[in-house]
């Protein structure tokens, strides 16, 4: 199946100013001159496939995101959503197609992505400090090595920064391994947005998540995007909790994807067309979709969370 581009993803960037006093989530400056990084989608993926142990697990995808934009990545388990993260990153090859990450070639431009890899969580027992857990995103290739004077207390400025940014303020001291879900998932979106990137990559941010922490990280995810003009791509199992904040869904199906805005996309015709079988999209009285029908990955039925 062929991609079905319903709407011009190409958006202004926000010209709403940075949060006041927190402002920039890092000292590091926006990468201005850099040439390929211009106007440009910072997310191109062209007619694309990936092959994964013998498997094709999506084909003829194309997709983008433009600066400043929220897109979610959607579709059942299996179906290949961490693997759009990972192709685009250069983590996984393509079979065939094309990927422009910030205007060049998977892996040229990661440092200047922040990734948060799908997780489950920290180990109880670890002692790192949340600081500590934001600071690795600073300074994590040279960890445990001393900085010079100012360099050291302009980190801690930084990671100061990212903290409030994230409300992690109360917590931050404690070990990372103690803190909730929720808190541990702000403090991890601290981490990717340490080196101030102009794209946040994340994989399932708000998994395992209770409704009011899905509620309030999406919130944070969407002020990060809008006022810190931070483009952001992120993988979700429900689009629900992020409906509201999206500029664009891209929806996978082994066959390809659809891509559009979520009232264009979430639609039974759009999906069953996607699908190649019948599928209801509901909505319910308070707003929220719920889709019915739609087939899981042959691989994920017995082992739905095997791939995290
Ligand atoms: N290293 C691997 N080797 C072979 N198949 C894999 C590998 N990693 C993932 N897969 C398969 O690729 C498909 C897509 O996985 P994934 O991108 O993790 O799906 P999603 O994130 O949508 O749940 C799944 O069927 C999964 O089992
Ligand atoms: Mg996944």
Same mark, same amino acid.
């Given at each position: ?17 940075? =949060? *006041? ?18 106007? /440009? ?12 142990? /013998? ?6 995808? &194309? ?9 979610? !990545? ?17 983590? !996984?090859? =393509? ?19 922040? $990734? ?9 027992? @670890?002692?790192?400090?949340?600081? %500590?857990? +934001? ?11 001393? @900085?010079?004077?100012?360099? &050291?207390?302009? *980190?801690?400025?930084?990671? *100061? ?9 109360? $917590?931050?001291?404690?070990? +990372? ?7 541990? #998932?702000?403090? =991890? ?56 904040? @999206?500029?664009?869904?891209? $929806? ?16 039974? %015709?759009?999906? &069953?067309?996607? $699908? ?9 009285? %308070? ?12 691989? #994920? ?5 095997? %791939?995290?």
């Amino acid at each position: 199946m062929s991609l079905v581009n319903l709407r011009s993803p190409v958006r202004p960037a926000p010209s709403k100013p940075s =949060l *006041a006093g927190a402002a920039r989530p890092a000292s590091a400056p926006r990468r201005a001159k850099d040439p390929h990084a211009a106007d /440009g989608p910072l997310v191109e993926v062209a007619d694309a496939s990936v092959v994964m142990g /013998g498997r094709t697990v999506w084909s003829t995808v &194309s997709a983008s995101v433009a600066p400043g934009e929220f897109v979610a !990545i959607l579709g059942p388990n299996g179906v290949g959503k961490s693997t759009l993260l990972k192709a685009c990153l250069g983590l !996984i090859p =393509l079979a065939s197609g094309r990927v422009r990450l910030l205007g060049r070639a998977p892996g040229g431009a990661n440092a200047e992505v922040g $990734y948060l890899p799908q997780r489950r969580s920290f180990d109880a027992s @670890l002692r790192v400090r949340g600081l %500590d857990v +934001v600071r690795l995103g600073l300074d994590g290739d040279r960890w445990g090595l001393p @900085l010079p004077g100012r360099r &050291s207390r302009e *980190a801690a400025a930084t990671v *100061a920064r990212l903290v409030e940014l994230v409300g992690a303020g109360a $917590y931050a001291h404690r070990p +990372v391994g103690q803190l909730s879900g929720g808190e541990q #998932q702000r403090l =991890l979106i601290a981490q990717a947005l340490a080196r101030g990137p102009r794209l946040l990559m994340l994989d399932e941010p708000l998994d395992s998540l209770d409704l009011p922490n899905q509620a309030a990280v999406a919130g944070l995810i969407s002020r990060i995007c809008r006022d810190e003009g931070v483009a952001v791509m992120m993988v979700a199992h429900d689009v629900n909790p992020i409906l509201g904040y @999206l500029d664009r869904v891209i $929806y996978l199906g082994q066959g390809g994807a659809v891509s559009g805005t979520p009232d264009e996309v979430i639609t039974s %015709d759009t999906l &069953s067309r996607l $699908y190649g079988t019948p599928i209801e999209v509901l909505t319910a009285s %308070d707003g929220r979709l719920v889709v019915v029908g739609q087939p899981e990955a042959p691989a #994920q039925h017995t082992d739905r969370h095997g %791939d995290r």
